[in-house]
């Protein structure tokens, strides 16, 4: 994964009182943005993982007249050596407290102990001094030849022995005896000038121009060496960099060779003569560039890289910006996950040795050191995540992150997130979008919401903010809702009609909206937006009277459920016509639900003109109960008759009031024969009922249903001699009456010679009919026949049983017990299968049935035995 670079222009840390620096930093910043080629305008879409800024004050004063040459973090400060052979305790934002003078040549190395109690100075004239802070007592030494590392025992404070280490030619250690004397060891000679060293826990690693070596001080042996790669590169320009992850954990970094090395405890069964501890390379890979320090980031890699790159004009390598890379190693390569050029003062002269990197193990922070400047890198915190996501204008996604992260974020809060977001889309032109946000970011804050009306308003989009202003517990004032309502009441009659629909009437004064809208009807008098919406506000004031006028002037939809809702059935009882006209169906459910609060004679009464509706709402009562209405039934015949004939036959048939003379002299004044006949069968006139569908409906199939339907013998006679002298009635009747009158009857009385449709069909299917009675006779049959073998064999299987008799029972003649108190007795009982007893002797005539069934007529029953 290869991330585009970014490059970083650094902000200066300034302290107010160091006044000498102002000047620069304008400089710095005028001088940073000249250098920046083209090709950087373009802002990268990703998010950087480090910011930067230079460490200023105190150190800006010191690099002005001298330059950097090494330095070293503690958690609690700084030590800085410069080139004019100076050491610099720096507090952490670059102020000076200390100055050492240790030399006039440059120094080569700074060494802290943990405690930062103690430090170790060594420079290019051979000075070697390891001194106390407090104490100013140490070691103190002149060499004849440039010490180029010195690195104090981490424990040294705490350490009887105070041990250090310093490096030219040789690696000696340097420790205290019993007797307080110094005591010298050479750990390592032979192969060049030692050129870096660190030392974690009891392990000591260094480098020379041959390679690194690894000191264990528990088993006092030097347990690896890792040979340079590399070998076209002076060690003296490209220094080795190395860094301990942490106690068992190297990093060796070496022109453009990276290695990452385990110290691991060999296995205690190898009988060889060997360190009990080894070194495994984990991770090496080459780099893209020279590197010039390097330092853990946790599970991941910081590399400080030198970067030289071609002209073309000149086709010459110059020095360009250092670049700080974070990368994820792998076994054999690795995976850039940011990279950032940096312009630091003066890159153009630089060289690979003339910078380098320390962290500072408390906190992730990282120390690019330059002759002439000292960057500070540090991992980004929510506020710089949030920081960047506005820069590029992600105020939604800041707005999410300021949410979640809301105790770990200093410099922002979501209030002016929210309302720069808001700035931002009114600014764009998205008055929806801004306004849409508003509930979310002002949430309950009346002033904030005020002011931003007020500011839609200059903008002229109070539109836009109307359906999101707050309407629930957060009530603004009356009149802001109001100006909104008249904003749309001047331009846009559906809008604010839709906003008195929305809106709770009680949020804005409504006899005011009322009489803005009343202005506005005088100039359009038959708007049915505005006079909908007027009906809407009378509601809310709760004159009902008067919304109810203006539903039913506009037929509206809306007028049942009002009534309904506000029992506004008193002020319906003489606009029942309208209500009808308007709707039919909803008008008479409504009436018929609520008959107890208009009655029905009143409601017959309202529509005594309108004799269609009324007869729609008396057939709807008929409908529900048939007798509800029973005294409007007679005038209900006429309303049948006069405008829904097809239900007239129903209404006749259950209705149980009707007068049957006034509805007969209805029918036959207006020829319904249908109903006529019904009238007259219903009255007990069948003949003359059959006599109308034969000669006026000449219609035979109805003729024998309606004979069926009575079941009367003189009815079928009436209908045969009819029938006789046509033959279409012939056929009808030979097909239809097989199971109710003898076809033969019937087949006698034809006169010989007539000529009868479908004779021979009809004869036929008499002959059918009778061979269907005929088996289902036979098969009813067999069905009672084997019923009753059934039924006979339960009976005789069930008196076959035992009956029980013990001294609870007693003879139903005597009604004492029916077993005697001395059973040894001879005794006689009769036990019948109705389980009535008896004594023997108590029968009144002995025989076989129970005289207590038999008088019953209960059928007799056999006596199951006699004891």
């Not at 001395?822 to 025989?847: E, I, Q, S, Y």
Request: aromatic share 8%; hydrophobic share 35%.
């Amino acid at each position: 994964m290869r991330m585009r670079r970014r490059p970083f222009a650094l902000s200066v840390h300034v302290t107010w009182g160091v006044t000498s620096t102002m000047a620069e930093v304008k400089q710095e910043t005028q001088n940073y943005e000249e250098s920046t080629d083209e090709s950087e305008e373009e802002e990268s879409e990703e998010e950087p993982k480090l910011k930067y800024e230079r460490l200023a004050n105190g150190v800006t004063t010191i690099l002005q007249k001298d330059a950097a040459s090494c330095m070293t973090v503690h958690d609690k400060f700084l030590a800085l050596g410069t080139h004019h052979g100076k050491v610099y305790l720096l507090d952490i934002q670059g102020d000076a407290t200390q100055r050492f003078d240790i030399s006039t040549v440059k120094v080569n190395q700074v060494s802290l102990d943990e405690s930062g109690e103690h430090i170790g100075i060594c420079s290019e004239d051979g000075k070697v001094q390891v001194v106390g802070l407090y104490t100013r007592e140490g070691f103190h030494e002149n060499f004849d030849c440039p010490i180029k590392v010195v690195a104090l025992h981490p424990q040294f404070a705490r350490s009887s022995s105070k041990q250090f280490i310093t490096g030219a030619n040789k690696l000696l250690l340097y420790e205290r005896n019993w007797l307080n004397r110094w005591k010298t060891t050479i750990l390592h000679e032979g192969e060049g000038t030692i050129m870096n060293v660190k030392w974690r826990g009891n392990l000591v690693a260094w480098s020379n121009s041959v390679g690194v070596k690894i000191y264990d001080f528990s088993s006092k042996q030097r347990i690896t060496n890792i040979s340079r790669d590399n070998l076209n590169f002076r060690p003296d320009m490209y220094l080795c960099s190395l860094c301990w992850k942490d106690n068992i954990t190297l990093i060796i970094g070496w022109a453009t060779s990276v290695k990452v090395c385990v110290v691991k405890e060999r296995d205690p069964t190898d009988l060889r003569d060997l360190p009990t501890r080894y070194v495994e390379i984990v991770s090496a890979f080459e780099s893209e560039f020279h590197i010039s320090g390097l330092a853990p980031l946790g599970e991941r890699l910081v590399l400080l890289m030198y970067v030289n790159e071609m002209l073309e004009q000149t086709d010459k390598e110059h020095c360009a910006r250092p670049r700080l890379d974070i990368i994820h190693h792998l076994p054999d390569s690795y995976e850039e996950i940011s990279s950032d050029a940096l312009s630091v003062r003066g890159f153009q002269e630089n060289e690979c040795r003339d910078y380098s990197l320390e962290h500072s193990d408390g906190e992730s922070l990282f120390y690019i050191i330059s002759p002439r400047d000292i960057v500070v890198a540090k991992e980004r915190d929510q506020d710089d995540h949030i920081e960047w996501l506005l820069g590029k204008k992600k105020y939604e996604e800041a707005m999410m992150a300021a949410e979640i992260s809301q105790k770990n974020i200093k410099r922002h809060n979501i209030l002016d997130i929210g309302r720069a977001y808001v700035n931002y889309l009114v600014d764009k032109g998205d008055y929806h979008g801004a306004a849409r946000k508003c509930q979310k970011i002002l949430g309950k804050n009346m002033d904030l919401w005020e002011n931003e009306v007020y500011r839609f308003k200059k903008i002229g989009q109070l539109k836009a903010i109307s359906q999101y202003l707050p309407r629930g517990d957060l009530r603004l004032r009356p009149a802001i809702y109001e100006m909104i309502l008249y904003e749309f009441l001047e331009s846009d009659y559906e809008g604010f009609a839709s906003l008195i629909r929305e809106w709770p009437g009680d949020i804005y004064n409504n006899k005011t909206v009322v009489r803005s809208v009343l202005d506005h009807l005088d100039r359009a008098p038959s708007n049915r937006t505005l006079l909908t919406t007027l009906a809407e506000l009378y509601t809310y004031d709760q004159r009902y009277d008067k919304a109810l006028e203006i539903y039913l002037k506009l037929r509206h939809k809306d007028v049942f459920q009002l009534i309904h809702k506000h029992n506004l059935f008193s002020s319906i009882k003489d606009k029942i016509v309208l209500l009808m006209e308007f709707d039919k169906e909803q008008a008479v459910n409504m009436l018929l639900d609520n008959e107890d609060k208009i009655s029905i004679d009143k409601v017959v009464e309202e529509l005594k003109d309108q004799p269609e509706l009324q007869h729609v709402y008396l057939h709807n009562l008929f409908k529900r109960d048939h007798h509800k209405g029973q005294k409007f039934h007679e005038q209900q015949i006429s309303l049948y008759a006069e405008y829904d004939r097809p239900n007239l036959l129903p209404f006749l048939r259950d209705s149980t009031h009707c007068p049957l003379e006034k509805a007969l002299e209805i029918c036959q004044q207006r020829n319904f024969v249908a109903e006529t006949v019904f009238l007259l069968s219903r009255m007990g006139n069948s003949r003359r009922a059959l006599q109308m569908i034969t000669e006026e409906l000449q219609d035979v199939d109805k003729a024998i249903e309606f004979a069926k339907e009575q079941d009367d013998a003189e009815l079928w006679e009436d209908l045969i001699s009819h029938s006789i002298d046509k033959p279409p009635f012939i056929t009808g009747l030979l097909n239809n009456i097989g199971t109710h009158v003898d076809p033969i009857l019937l087949i006698y009385r034809i006169k010989e010679g007539m000529e009868i449709p479908n004779l021979r069909d009809s004869l036929v299917k008499i002959l059918q009919d009778y061979n269907l009675q005929i088996l289902l006779r036979e098969g009813c049959k067999k069905i009672i026949v084997s019923d009753c073998l059934t039924l006979l064999r339960k009976m005789h299987k069930t008196q076959l049983r035992g009956v029980c008799v013990d001294e609870e029972n007693i003879c139903e003649s005597c009604h004492s017990p029916i077993l005697p108190a001395d059973t040894a007795k001879t005794f006689n009982v009769v036990v019948f299968h109705c389980r009535h007893m008896f004594h023997k002797d108590c029968l009144p005539t002995p025989g076989m049935f129970c005289n207590i069934c038999s008088a019953k007529r209960r059928g007799p029953a056999s006596g199951l035995s006699e004891a």
